[in-house]
T-cell receptor, first 112, second 115 residues
């Protein structure tokens, strides 16, 4: 599975959009981009995933560049409860050798 | 619907003692994972089960760690004997692994402190 690069931390104001970047320049055509987040003292929580097209659900939007070498997770109206570590993961399907490999993630701090 | 349940939530033991963690996955989920998370790091996969079969245990330190998933439901992860470096959060996750989509659901973890 391709590696991802995320800045170590960022912050945003409550009520504003939080745009979390992720670089995955070596991504292959069959690899999906997944986002999970981990709030303090809890296990990671699935947010969203995508292959080529932009995706949106009740939690967030995922914007993947046309060349698929980077993506952005957007939390449209960040709240204090969105303060967490966000993991961007690239994964090739669910084949026998496919696994979810976590990096250090990006720590998002939402300030009042 | 109940999520992934892990127990105990916290465990403090002395080195060289044995310890066991228990996980009850979401009903109907065929795949179960054990991850270890050190402070300030992302979770690292220890073992993956498909039903009762351990299909990926390449990262499990087999000299002291063991795991089982009897009847393809609950799972237990054991360390014997524990070492100081085993202090970490042990996370269990489950999923319904079908096709290309797989969403993992994690428990809250067991925080292990080895003194």
């Amino acid at each position: 599975d391709a590696k991802t690069t995320q800045p170590p931390s960022m912050d945003c104001a409550e009520g504003r959009a939080a745009n979390l970047p992720c670089n995955h320049s070596t991504i292959s055509g069959n690899e999906y981009v997944y986002w999970y987040r981990q709030i303090h003292s809890q296990g990671p929580q699935y947010i969203i995933h995508g292959l080529k097209n932009n995706e949106t659900n009740e939690m967030a939007s995922l914007i993947i560049t046309e060349d698929r070498k980077s993506s952005t997770l957007i939390l449209p109206h960040a709240t204090l409860r969105d303060t967490a570590v966000y993991y961007c993961i690239v994964r090739a399907g669910t084949g026998a050798n496919s696994k979810l490999t976590f990096g250090k993630g990006i720590t998002l701090s939402v300030r009042p | 619907e109940a999520g992934v349940v892990q127990s105990p939530r916290y465990k403090i033991i002395e080195k060289k003692q044995p310890v066991a963690f228990w996980c009850n996955p979401i009903s109907g989920h065929n795949t179960l994972y054990w991850y270890r998370q050190n402070l300030g790091q992302g979770p690292e996969l220890l073992i993956r089960y498909e039903n009762e079969e351990a299909v990926d245990d390449s990262q499990l330190p087999k000299d002291r760690f063991s795991a089982e998933r009897l009847k393809g439901v609950d799972s237990t992860l054991k360390i014997q004997p524990a070492e100081l470096g085993d202090s970490a959060v042990y996370l269990c996750a489950s999923s319904l692994r079908l096709g290309y989509d797989e969403k993992l659901f994690f428990g809250s973890g067991t925080q292990l402190s080895v003194l």
